[in-house]
């Protein structure tokens, strides 16, 4: 100022500054007015505050002052073309894209809720609670996070037998039996295999296998040994030794299905008794015969052809012995009509001893029958049709009543012998 002082007049210098000051004076107030004029405002963007003043005149001015970009999914308070006034507060929540997959199907989202519950609820979504949801509705939503859901469905097991329907999620066989805490036995058969895939259509079919040991206690029926005794009346019977059965332990392996016995194993055999052979005496002993004396008077008479007289003669009486028996004539045989079959002693598992004694194996062209004794008594001489002469010799478990059975040397003998009904005459 002191130079202008110097180089201008007073007044000049007076002038000068006048303008100066009304220049500065002008400048500061634009500044004024145009601070004056800004609105000031509240945005509220994701969760963040931020208060400023601004010319913008509206909403979406002003959030491109902010340089935020929106979309159609993101939540304004106010519409973009709405004024802005001193004061207003205006609230931008920005959607994050969430990736929704249910059974395996993907759609995407985009979302401003706050938590995964809030989410369903905005997108209409409802799950039951047997449905599998990876994520808790409390859980927060977080930008391209994943939701994956399986929805439950019903699936029919028959497991040893017993049928039940059962909801699940899982996606195989294995996983369901996994999930059910259903475990296989070692011989446990099932259908489908457990890598197989699993829907509402897919029964499930479990076969309980066990192999168990069973142990049996079994008797063995003792034989019965006769021997001839001539101490006995002919045709009696007497228990000479009474037989004990045997008993043997017999160890099976059992195969079960569903607890049912499919398979029996015989796996060992142990003899824990030996069986004692039942004795019986066959009587043998002759009935005494009775003796008749007959006295015959022989008169003898002679004549002498010398002598006119005639000389009796002493009559002697002579005692002579007859022994009166049953005849072999048929006439006086007692005769039955029977029907017959053939026997042999070569079968598997026979001895060849005949009831009463006899070995048919040491003796194959013997003539022996099989009877019942309550008809023929054991021991009877008899005659049978296109047999010829036997003895009564045998018994046997299918003989009774008019039945015999004939014994034949061979198999094929006995075989072509067949089945006949014949004549049978007793003997003796």
């Known amino acids: ?24 004076l002008f400048a500061l107030l634009g500044v ?12 509220n ?7 400023l003043r601004t010319h913008a005149d509206t909403v979406g001015e002003l959030l491109q002052t902010l340089e935020i970009n929106t979309s159609e999914y993101d939540e304004l308070s106010h519409p973009k073309d709405t004024a802005l006034a001193n004061g207003m507060e205006v609230d931008y929540q920005s959607a994050e894209p969430v990736h929704v997959v249910i059974d395996g199907e993907q759609k995407d989202y985009y979302t401003t809720a706050d938590t995964v519950g809030e989410f369903f609820e905005e997108q209409d979504l409802h799950f039951k609670n047997r449905d599998e949801v990876s994520h808790t509705e409390k859980d927060p939503i977080e930008p391209g996070m994943n939701i994956e859901i399986a929805k439950a469905f019903q699936v029919t097991i028959n497991d040893g037998g017993e049928k039940t329907k059962v909801w699940t999620t899982a996606s195989t066989v294995g996983a369901f039996l996994n999930d059910q805490e259903i475990e296989l036995g070692e011989l446990d058969e099932m259908k489908p295999q457990a890598s197989k895939q699993l829907t509402e259509k897919t029964p499930v079919k479990i076969t309980r296998v066990e ?5 049996v206690e079994e008797e063995i029926d ?7 005794d001539s101490s006995i009346p002919k045709g009696e019977r007497k228990t000479v ?8 332990t017999k160890k099976y392996e059992v195969t079960l299905k569903n607890g049912e016995e499919i398979d029996r194993k015989l796996i060992k055999e142990e003899q824990q008794k030996e069986s004692q052979n039942k004795i019986v005496a066959i009587g043998t002993k002759e ?12 008169t003898s008479k002679s004549s002498d052809s010398n002598n006119s007289t005639t000389k009796k003669s002493n009559t002697s009486n002579n005692d002579s012995d007859t022994t009166v028996s049953r005849g072999d004539s048929d006439s006086s045989a007692k005769t039955l009509q029977m029907s017959a079959t053939a026997y042999t002693a070569s079968c598997s598992g026979c001895s060849g001893i005949t009831a009463t004694g006899i070995n048919l194996k040491a003796n194959p062209d013997a003539k022996v029958i099989a009877v019942d004794p309550n008809v023929i008594p054991l021991g009877t001489r008899v005659w049978v049709e296109g047999y010829g002469n036997a003895i009564a010799g045998d018994t046997g478990g299918a003989i009774n009543g008019n039945k015999i059975d004939l014994f034949m040397s061979s198999k094929s003998k006995a075989q072509s012998f067949g089945r006949k009904t014949v004549q049978v005459k007793i003997l003796e």
């Open 287 to 298: 009935e005494e015969k009775k003796v008749v004396t007959q006295a015959s008077n022989n």
């Open 45 to 51: 963007h994701n969760g963040e505050t931020t208060q």
């Open 1 to 24: 100022m002191k130079i202008f002082s110097k180089l201008l007049p007073a007044s000049k210098t007076t002038l000068v500054l006048t303008i100066i000051s009304s220049a500065v």
């Open 211 to 215: 192999k168990v040991t069973d142990v």
């Open 222 to 228: 003792f034989s019965v040994v006769t021997k001839q």
């Open 32 to 43: 004024i007015t145009h601070e004056a004029t800004k609105a000031e405002v509240t945005v």
């Open 241 to 248: 030794t009474d037989g004990e059965k045997g008993l043997v």
